[in-house]
């Protein structure tokens, strides 16, 4: 059983996670290393600021992140912390609602693969995302300081300066002060990119080994193993959960799965903990904004079920 259970989370990891995750980690450590995010990032604060109380660079965390799924917004977020792009209160904040799981994931392998029913992934995504886009506009509270806000611009870039331009010069700057020519860039990249995706399939493989030993996760009720395993490692629960759609109802688990996706696993919140510990992000509002985020979704997926979910 143990050896069933860690083939499986290696196709898995093999056929979802590493196609998901590797292109866009390589990606996003060239466009860091060339200068681009710091561009993006010049260009989305006049939103990102109002909205979220984080610099515009952070647009980018939240795109790639809604894309590529976890960790990598929160991955992106230590790394600009380090980097002194991000304040650690802006990181945490940032990471908080730009870890979710991928659309791949959520139409793949949850809507088509588990539920066999494609028309759920909208219905997934519009919580899923939804919920994210609310727990960052909760979050913009969060230690919060008025009187270090908003943070003045560089000398080199005064504010009558065009938008455009402004960010122009924050790209040359940024590739500047990285240094590296480009083959150490990419060389670099693929180096970093494969090293975390080869972290987290080891975590998906051990959490699913130690799902399979938890005697408590074998008893008869039909619930033991959807609950542990979401608690535990994300796909290994989401598809227990959608085994039940014939004994729940479709929209109460898709609910379930909201939630599910929402939390991400223990599996995820260790990598995240391992991420980001150079930063030297708190763990707390990180795990609240796990549990929020469930409810939140939750609560998306009763409303809009009349309209999306049929």
Known sequence: MV????VRAIQIWWEVLFPALLPFLIL????????????????LDPVMRPL??????GGYVMAVGFASGYPVGAKLSAQLTEQGQLTRIEGERLAAFTTTADPMFMTSAVAIGFLGQPQMASVLMISHYGAAIIIGLLFRYYRFNPAEWPQPLSPETPRTTPLFRR???????????DGRNLGELLTQAIEHAIQLVLIIGGFVVGFAVLLALIPFAHMESMYALPVIGSLLEVTLGVKSISELA???????????????????GLSVHVQI?????????????????RFVHGGIAICIVYVIWPFVGK
Do not use: C
Request: net charge positive; no cysteine.
């Open 28 to 43: 996003s450590e060239l466009m860091i290393g060339f200068g681009i995010v710091h561009m993006i990032g010049t260009l």
């Open 52 to 57: 979220f109380r984080v610099p515009g660079i």
């Open 3 to 6: 050896q069933d259970a860690a």
């Open 273 to 289: 903990m391992g991420i980001s510990s150079r930063a030297r992000f708190r763990y707390l509002p990180f795990v609240i904004g």
């Open 167 to 177: 960010a122009i010069k924050q790209m040359h700057r940024a590739r500047l002060n």
């Open 246 to 264: 014939g004994i729940l109802g479709i929209v109460n688990v898709v609910a379930m799965l909201s939630f599910a996706l929402a939390w991400g």
